[in-house]
């Protein structure tokens, strides 16, 4: 199985601030790798997918990057609506696989 | 807008069978898609339970294989989920959702179901 290792596992920023969030895989995924949001209480949402590529509807504060084994998540300007938990998932191989999650908080 | 909705008992009691329902309205199943399963016990991360094409080919977590079976009616537009011989371990939130499979993400997914194993 490929391992996703997520960090931090959680932070707490401003409003306004600028969050990154980085994932690195076990092994190269290539980039097929996805992020989600998870808000409490509310299945997981598709926010990026080909590791950089903007889900339809998704604000353009949400950006991703990387390719390989190392990516990146970040939030250019933290709003209140942000908050809860973010996920990386590969799917370049099966079993499909997440990261352990990274908890967003409001400072 | 496709939509999805988990169904099935709360409840199960342990060494018994779990069965879930994955309602599917805004898109015909049977046009095309992977349909897959995740779980997420309280507190803790996401899994991956497997994932059936419309065809009806299925493909399981190794770590779950031998207790999971996912099926597709294409005439209810529904698929489901089976797990067999649960546990405690096994009481999680499951959700459905469209995708979930290699170079396919899970881009709809329903609210989730909370499932207990417990006597």
């Known amino acids: 199985d490929i391992q996703m290792t997520q960090s931090p596992s959680s932070l707490s920023a401003s409003v306004g601030d600028r969050v990154t969030i980085t994932c690195q895989a076990s092994q190269d995924i290539g980039d097929y790798l996805n992020w989600y949001q998870q808000t409490p209480g509310k299945a997981p949402k598709l926010l990026i997918y080909?590791?950089?590529t903007l889900q339809t509807g998704v604000p353009s504060r949400f950006s991703g990057s990387g390719s390989g084994t190392d990516f990146s998540f970040t939030i250019s300007s933290l709003q209140p609506e942000d908050i809860g938990t973010y996920y990386c998932?590969?799917?370049?191989?099966?079993?499909?696989?997440f990261g352990g999650g990274t908890k967003v908080e409001i400072k | 807008q496709v939509h999805l909705r988990e169904s099935g008992p709360g409840l199960v009691e342990p060494s018994e069978t779990l069965s879930l329902t994955c309602g599917v309205s805004g898109y015909s199943i049977s046009t095309a898609f992977y349909w897959g399963w995740i779980r997420q016990p309280p507190g803790k991360g996401l899994e991956w339970i497997g994932s059936?094409?419309?065809?009806?080919?299925?493909n399981y977590n190794p770590s779950l294989k031998s207790r999971v079976t996912i099926s597709v009616d294409t005439s209810k537009n529904q698929f489901s989920l089976k797990l067999n011989s649960v546990t405690a371990a096994d009481t999680a939130v499951y959700y459905c959702?469209?995708?979930?499979?290699?170079?396919?993400?899970?881009?709809?997914w329903g609210p989730g179901t909370l499932v207990t194993v417990s006597s």
């Open positions: 959702a469209r995708g979930l499979y290699i170079t396919v993400p899970g881009d709809y």
């Open positions: 080909d590791a950089s």
């Open positions: 059936i094409y419309h065809s009806g080919s299925t």
């Open positions: 998932q590969q799917y370049d191989n099966l079993p499909l696989t």
